[in-house]
């Protein structure tokens, strides 16, 4: 079994940047490829703020200049690599992103969830003034925010892959639906403990 196939390679933009480290940015392409991304179409420059235009600013320029297709930018991937606060790095990241590419609105938005680099990441998006995880136990919950916008949560390391595709499936199911036809996924992940090695 692998990754999702017979589709063309998805856009994934990147509106703080790559992941922090090395091997956290290994971890989330490997991931994101899984899901269908085309490595060489990541957009992850990380831009620093200038007197005139915030980072925010100066990377919906940047992708405005592209000039990308329409088509490929409404399923595209947008990855957040900053989660902390989760108010401003993603919930108002995402309200600016789409007024300015309201095409984005169909997009799959991710939030990758690194515990070194944020280890109350998860806690603090089921926190209910947040919004709500639909299972904090799973290797990859969806997030509905305050405004019942949808992310799908990739943890680093995760070893379940096909889980974390079909999740990502469903996730971009409901996108095609309008939200309207199903709810957030109840059923709990349940792990079965490997065998033991020795």
């Known amino acids: 079994m692998g990754g999702i196939s017979n589709v063309p390679g998805r856009i ?9 480290t090395t091997k956290a940015q290994q971890s989330l392409t490997g991931l994101l490829i899984q899901c269908g991304a085309d490595h060489a179409r990541f957009m992850d420059t990380r831009f620093q703020p200038t007197r005139s ?9 940047y992708i405005n200049r592209t000039h990308l297709n329409s088509s490929d930018l409404a399923r595209s991937m947008i990855v957040f690599t900053k989660t902390n606060p989760p108010v401003m790095a993603i ?5 600016q992103l789409t007024k ?10 991710i939030i990758f ?18 919004g709500e ?17 949808e992310y799908l949560v990739l943890q680093r390391n995760c070893s379940f892959i096909e ?13 095609r639906n309008g939200f309207s036809q199903t709810e957030i996924d109840s059923r709990r992940f349940q792990a079965q403990a490997p065998p033991s090695s020795r």
């Open 53 to 61: 235009e915030t980072s925010q600013e100066r990377y919906i320029t």
């Open 91 to 95: 919930m108002q990241t995402r309200r």
């Open 133 to 149: 995880l639909d299972d904090i136990e799973s290797p990859a919950p969806i997030w509905r925010d305050a405004h019942d916008l």
């Open 163 to 175: 889980f974390t595709i079909s999740r990502f499936m469903d996730l971009e199911q409901r996108i």
């Open 113 to 130: 969830a690194d515990q070194d680099e944020n280890p109350f990441l998860l806690n603090n998006l089921d926190d209910p003034r947040l």
């Open 12 to 20: 994934v933009l990147f509106p703080h940047g790559p992941a922090q």
């Open 100 to 109: 300015s590419l309201p095409v984005l609105r169909t997009g799959i938005w």
